[in-house]
């Protein structure tokens, strides 16, 4: 989901996540230079088994953009797009 920030990258890519998450000046992970590339403050994981989505405003139909493919976690050793 990071990467759809990128809009170099993945020019039509979903945009809807850069709009809704808070930050929205995050410029994607591959640009990120923030220490441990952790930039991305709207999303955060309190545990192992917790995603939580920080918005900027209450959406209702968020839980099916998270059932969307640019939703899935992937571990950054395992990126190699």
């Known amino acids: 989901m990071e ?3 990128d809009r ?4 039509r890519g979903p945009s809807c996540f850069p ?3 808070t ?3 995050y410029p994607g ?11 991305l403050t709207s999303v955060t994981t309190p545990n192992s088994t917790t995603i939580m989505f920080h918005l900027q405003h209450p959406f209702a139909d968020f839980n099916y953009l998270a059932a969307i493919p640019q939703t899935a976690p992937v571990p950054p050793n395992k990126d190699t797009s």
């Open 29 to 39: 992970p591959y640009k990120d230079k923030t220490p441990g590339k952790m930039g």
């Open 8 to 11: 170099d990258r993945f020019p």
């Open 23 to 25: 930050g929205p000046g």
């Open 19 to 21: 709009r809704l998450l």
């Open 3 to 5: 990467r759809t920030h």
